[in-house]
């Protein structure tokens, strides 16, 4: 992004241990909101989320403009629809568990490798999460230098985030989404076009493909290709409000 657009990430609460997690998607949001408001009281506001992050931002947008606050921009990294994995009844899970597996097989077929690699690296990461062990990526202050290492809570955070997407219910909203998809996707889908977001987004769907998968949406090359595009549709919004 431009060296003069600021860019805030979001820490989940009870990651230093210091308070507990949250365990509800409202809550979440609503702690966010806190947080933004702190630093920008007037907005308007451009949100984003990867994966979880999404459903996330998305209820955030919700309590903002419930607030009467300005939403420009709502941009989803490979994020999913809640009701997308669902399943309606008995044969519709099975249904449905038929089609992953074919779904996977034909990954395996079209690059046994790559498939291999990536759902081998998920099923690590989730023993490492159960075991307490959440590994992250994140910028030493004092040598500037990108490190990786291991959250000491973020085992709890993780499984108070799958209790808090359980219990919550997606709701319509008048809104756009920008959903940004990678383009190797390796996990199966019902809707694979607006992974479900058509259905809840009033203002419409904006897709955005990027080369890459949902673990590597943001390694280089790919999070230049994110950032370029979120920083052409940032800038037509905020024409776009101007205009208006």
Known sequence: MDADQPIYALQARGLNGDVEPLDRIEDMAAHYI???????????YCLAGYSLGGI????????LKAMGKQVLMLSLFDAVAKNEWASNGTSGGINKKLKKIGYNLSLLMKDPAKT???????????FEHKKGKLKTAFRNNQTNEIEEGYIPYGSKVYEKSLEAYDKYTLQPLDIQVDLFKAKEQMFYLNDPVNYGWDKFALGGVVTHDIEGNHLTLFDEPHGRQVAEVM???MERMVGMEAVS
């Open 34 to 44: 806190s947080e933004i408001l702190r630093s920008n009281p007037d907005g308007e």
């Open 56 to 63: 996330i931002a998305w209820e955030m947008a919700k309590q």
């Open 116 to 126: 291999f690699e990536y759902k081998t690296h998920v099923l690590k990461m989730q």
């Open 231 to 233: 920083k052409q549709r």
